[in-house]
């Protein structure tokens, strides 16, 4: 009988080992969670303190965290051109991979999956074509340089402008039209963007705008570039 109640109480104190120990890794894990929410919080604080600073990557960070929320009272959605603007504010690859940095400082989320998300596969490939047109390096922001990198990505930001779909429905998207020739300085420029296109995707550029622009609307957006200086 001696035997057995001594088994017993080592078996109930081996359960009770078991038992407690399960229960620090549960308070450690809990710790652990806790501990990196706490670092989290504090770097998310710390990062928007920044924010306050125009034009620093942490501002730009919010603007297009602001852009994809776009929770006015006068609209919903996305905030294509917002995100639009924003992207054109950065004055280069470097420091783009700051501001997805500072993004994921701020909003423990990432930026590009989050701009997947939000935009269709032909915005997404016109945000691409703003960054890519960059310089590699540099904090300050430059004018565009007529380079053939530039020329191409107004190409490209057509071409995506021109294939986007809304649902199953085939559409085009003016707005991202209009900013890509707000945006070229000349009408000679304009010609080089038509010669890049041709050369990117074999099409003639002058024979897409009048397929995908209604009747009254291409005459306006051919206005911006008439009205521009020829060299």
Not at 21 to 47: D, H, P, Q
Not at 60 to 75: E, S, V
Not at 105 to 123: F, G, N, P, V
Not at 156 to 172: D, E, Q, S, V
Request: glycine share 6%.
């Amino acid at each position: 009988m001696q035997d057995t109640s001594t088994h017993t109480s080592d078996e109930f104190t081996l359960k009770e080992t078991i038992t407690y120990s399960l229960l620090g890794v549960i308070v450690l894990g809990g710790s652990f969670f806790v501990g990196r929410s706490m670092i989290r919080k504090a770097r998310s604080n710390n990062e928007e303190r920044k924010t306050y600073e125009e034009g620093n990557e942490a501002t730009l960070a919010k603007q297009l965290k602001m852009a994809f929320d776009n929770d006015m009272w006068f609209g919903w959605g996305t905030d294509e051109e917002a995100i639009r603007k924003t992207l054109r504010a950065v004055p280069s690859k470097e420091y783009f991979r700051k501001v997805i940095n500072s993004y994921q400082k701020l909003y423990a989320r990432s930026l590009m999956k989050d701009m997947q998300d939000e935009l269709t596969s032909t915005e997404y490939n016109e945000m691409l074509a703003i960054i890519n047109a960059k310089p590699d390096k540099g904090n300050t922001l430059i004018d565009a340089s007529l380079s053939a990198q530039q020329f191409l990505s107004w190409a490209k930001r057509l071409r995506a402008a021109f294939k986007i779909t809304y649902g199953w429905f085939p559409g085009t998207d003016e707005d991202a039209i209009k900013a890509v020739f707000m945006e070229i300085p000349t009408q000679a420029a304009f010609g080089q963007v038509s010669l890049a296109y041709k050369n990117e995707y074999g099409d003639d550029l002058m024979k897409d705008l009048q397929s995908e622009l209604e009747f009254y609307e291409i005459n306006p957006m051919l206005n911006i570039i008439a009205k521009k200086s020829k060299a």
